[in-house]
């Protein structure tokens, strides 16, 4: 397969990106990125991009492909809502509707959240299940992944501070809720490994859980 991943800076792109590198099956990876990964790799190879609403600059680099890994995202903490949708809505829409016509196989897994809900309360919810909603109608191999707590693995670590405080006051508990609540906790390796079983040969859902995903 040949893969693109938009977010390979952030956590779960971070893990996502190792496990694409690591599987023999994957012949080369283009991440669509604002800045370097760091990352270096016979397979790898980056675009970089100022504007995730236009992709039109980099149309002619993503032709060819067989799935799309969209982890690109922020925490809503202290964004309204315009500026939450343009990142969480706007930017894979543009994504999406720019790979559509190239190729009519290709799969794409929108990386959303557990909680996700049109009818929610929370801004994020709903505008998540939103662009969930949109990626499954342009997409017949169209995904919506949903991880709860995901435990950072590898050496994987989030652009967001509180969350590495919140984990490194939580890890000591990790296996303990591994044990009692395994439905609710996945791994940045799992969650890419999930992602990759999914494009070789979908899935009987499309909206996948943390379950699922295990």
């Not at 016979?42 to 799309?68: H, N, Q, W």
């Not at 543009?94 to 559509?100: E, I």
């Not at 017949?140 to 670590?157: D, E, L, M, S």
Request: hydrophobic fraction near 40%; aromatic fraction near 10%.
């Amino acid at each position: 397969m040949r893969v693109i991943v938009f977010g390979a800076t952030g956590m779960v792109g971070q893990g996502v990106l190792r496990e694409c590198l690591l599987a023999p099956d994957v012949t080369e990876v283009l991440v669509v990125t604002r800045n370097p990964t760091g990352v270096e790799h016979p397979k790898l190879r980056e675009v970089m991009l100022d504007d995730f609403a236009d992709l039109s600059p980099i149309a002619g680099e993503l032709t060819g492909y067989d799935a799309c890994f969209y982890c690109l995202g922020v925490s809503s903490v202290g964004m309204d809502e315009a500026a939450y949708t343009r990142v969480s809505y706007d930017f894979p829409m543009a994504a999406a509707r720019l790979l559509a016509p190239l190729g009519e196989d290709l799969t794409f897994v929108y990386v959303s959240g557990e909680g996700t809900d049109a009818d929610s309360r929370l801004m994020w919810s709903r505008v998540k299940a939103r662009t969930e909603r949109e990626i499954m109608a342009t997409f017949r191999n169209g995904f919506a992944f949903r991880p709860g707590f995901i435990q950072p693995t590898h050496g994987v670590r989030s652009k967001t501070g509180w969350y590495n405080t919140a984990y490194t006051v939580i890890a000591p508990l990790v296996p303990l809720i591994r044990r009692v609540a395994p439905r609710y906790i996945t791994t940045t390796d799992e969650l890419g490994r999930a992602m990759l079983r999914a494009a070789r040969g979908g899935y009987a859902k499309r909206i996948v859980t943390t379950a699922d995903m295990r």
